[in-house]
């Protein structure tokens, strides 16, 4: 390629990195102030194209009739973003963390039905900007005069963000509140106008990079969850609630995306190899070594030394005798549900789907709750199971039953790599590193046609023909299911269990007391993703075929919202909440076209009903009875008038 198309290239990567930036300023923005990592900002991002499309289409004829739709585009996403932060995130600000991103990806699945339900669901192209339509002529090839003005934008808004934040007395009251929230508070400050201030004009940046961005993509309702990856990326990367960083960090990845383009092929000893494929994983791949240089990020500050950023949990207890003859009494009717078959033929199905997610969710919750170690990644570990399976299966010509066995190795294997890196991390680093590495995954299976079938997959994974038969295969998932849940339960009891609850509560005690904090973390990698490959394998050939959306981020954040519904703190609660996410999703989906709108309200009501999870809730309840039956005989022993 000549030096003129090289650096014409890297001019388009400055204009996907000026909305890069808009949509990265505003969720560092409301990270820094409210400390909530706002999972619908991809959905503002996303709403912002869809009502500048309406707005452009009928007064966006003229010059100033655009760039006003524009403007306005920012200001309504901003009023809907002050709307949600009063309507709810005002309600959890002191719930845990992961259940804030529990309520902000609720918010996702309502406003994409939302949207589908104004917008319909095609691609909607937006009219072009009038007036810059055109191209000119630069070092003899023709760029769009539109991606110059974005270029522009990008520096024009950080500009305005650094007058605001340092020239401002509300910017004054924003940088402290990132430093402080409590000593702000206490000298008299609004907090609760100031983070709503703070929220709208990240939800309008949001909306504005999505209003810019209208005349060179359409508005579709899967920018969601890709924006946000990226935009997550982009403010790990610059370093949490840091500006700067955040259009430095934007300036680093579209540059590389456009140079992976630019140069096209390169040759190493011989072979040729396209670099195009890396647009799809480069920012992953640049925030992967970013955390394992600087850990903070480009200009972030690291953060003061604490275990995670999870809060202290309750000790784990050993089930009561109530609560383990429920379990053997659930277990008896798992057992004896396929002898009705006849009357309800689709629940041995459904059982196989609820046993497969509850082990998946139980090795998610293993590292959560009793490690300390925040996962965004999981289903990475889930999908290398699957595909381990399958290219075994396939590929070497092993019987089901070995492919079955083994799959799981291949994923503790992938959970030892990746394992290395995380564990020298925590908090939302850590949940960004894991984020990355399952992205890479990810990347590789979908472009890996010749060994992974690439976007179609694999089919033709089904069991042996004895398993096959009757309801065969159901039963070897609830035993495989069922002994995988109960060994994980009975680590967290054993002396390793002991050691990993310690490291999670205090690493410095333990580090005192002889315990090698990361190794014990690093070994409880391995075993929760040991036993998501197992889920992924069983999943796998319950399903006949698999494919990339097993590793996908949406499977990743299913693993998370089944753990926290049921709740993190209790070890019933990754089987409840996946049962009921599981049951859920299958019966909305079914009710109606709107199912994600159905389930993200029902997820809503039960974060804001049961911030400890379902199981967590009966747990307190129980406690509670049991409270007062024992104060009650206290008093009944203790009243006058009784006789020996």
Not at 452 to 468: C, K, M, V
């Amino acid at each position: 390629m000549s030096l003129n198309a090289l650096i014409v290239q890297l001019l388009n990567g400055l204009a996907e990195a000026s909305t890069l930036f808009l949509v990265a300023a505003g969720l560092s923005l409301i990270f820094g102030v409210t400390r909530i990592v706002n999972f619908a900002h991809g959905s503002l991002y996303m709403a912002g194209l869809y009502v500048a499309y309406s707005l452009t289409e009928r007064y966006g004829s003229s010059g100033l009739g655009f760039w006003g739709c524009v403007l306005l585009t920012a200001v309504a996403v901003g009023v809907l973003g002050a709307l949600i932060e009063i309507i709810l995130l005002r309600r959890i600000y002191r719930a845990p963390e992961l259940f804030q991103l529990l309520a902000t990806f609720a918010l996702v699945l309502v406003i994409n039905d939302a949207v589908l339900a104004v917008w319909g669901p095609e691609d909607l192209l937006g009219r072009r900007a009038p007036g810059l339509a055109g191209a000119v002529t630069l070092l003899g090839r023709q760029f769009p005069v539109y991606s110059l003005v974005l270029i522009a934008i990008g520096p024009i808004v950080l500009g305005l963000l650094w007058l605001l934040l340092t020239r401002t007395r509300w910017g004054t009251l924003v940088r402290a509140a990132t430093q402080d929230r409590e000593m702000l508070g206490a000298l008299g400050v609004n907090q609760a106008w100031l983070f709503t201030g703070v929220f709208a004009l990240g939800a309008a940046l949001a909306g504005l990079g999505g209003a810019v961005q209208l005349p060179r993509e359409p508005a579709s309702l899967g920018l969601d969850l890709r924006t946000i990856g990226d935009a997550f990326v982009v403010v790990v990367v610059g370093g949490m609630g840091s500006i700067p960083g955040a259009y430095i960090a934007a300036l680093l990845i579209a540059e590389i995306k456009a140079l992976c383009i630019a140069i096209g092929t390169v040759s190493v000893a011989g072979l040729q190899f396209s670099l195009a494929p890396l647009t799809l994983v480069a920012e992953f791949l640049v925030m992967a070594i970013v955390l394992a240089v600087r850990p903070w990020g480009l200009l972030g500050r690291p953060a003061p030394a604490v275990r995670s950023a999870a809060p202290v949990e309750a000790p784990l207890r050993p089930a009561s005798r109530g609560l383990r003859w429920l379990g053997a009494g659930i277990l008896i009717l798992l057992l004896l549900l396929p002898l009705a078959s006849g009357r309800f033929p689709y629940a041995t199905v459904l059982l196989t789907d609820i046993l497969t997610a509850a082990l998946f969710a139980a090795s998610l919750h293993f590292i959560m709750g009793p490690a300390g170690m925040h996962s965004f990644g999981h289903a990475a570990y889930f999908g290398l199971g699957a595909y381990g399976a399958a290219l075994l299966l396939k590929s070497l010509a092993l019987p089901m039953e070995a492919a079955l066995l083994l799959a799981p190795a291949v994923a503790a294997l992938g959970a030892l790599v990746f394992g290395w890196f995380c564990v020298r991390l925590s908090g939302v680093y850590l949940a960004m590193l894991t984020l990355a590495f399952s992205q890479i995954v990810w990347s590789v299976v979908f472009q890996w046609d010749g060994l992974t079938g690439g976007s179609n997959g694999l089919t033709g994974l089904w069991p042996s023909a004895w398993l096959s038969a009757g309801q065969t295969y159901y039963y070897l998932t609830l035993v495989l299911a069922v002994a995988g849940v109960l060994l994980l339960r009975r680590v967290l009891f054993s002396p390793f269990g002991h050691a990993m609850r310690a490291g999670r509560d205090s690493a410095l005690r333990s580090d005192a007391i002889g315990i090698d904090v990361r190794r014990v973390q690093w070994a409880a990698f391995v075993i929760a993703g040991l036993f998501a490959g197992l889920a992924g394998a069983m999943y796998a050939f319950s399903k006949g075929s698999i494919a990339p959306d097993v590793m996908s981020v949406g499977k990743s954040v299913d693993g998370l919202v089944m753990v926290l519904l049921g709740g993190i703190q209790t070890l019933a609660g990754p089987v409840v909440g996946a049962a009921t996410f599981t049951w859920l999703q299958d019966n909305v989906m079914r009710a109606t076209e709107y199912w994600r709108a159905m389930l993200g309200g029902v997820i809503l009501l039960l974060v804001l009903a049961f911030p400890q999870g379902i199981a967590g809730f009966i747990r307190d309840v129980a406690d509670r009875l049991h409270a007062h039956r024992a104060a009650s005989g206290a008093r009944h022993a203790d009243s006058p008038g009784r006789s020996a």
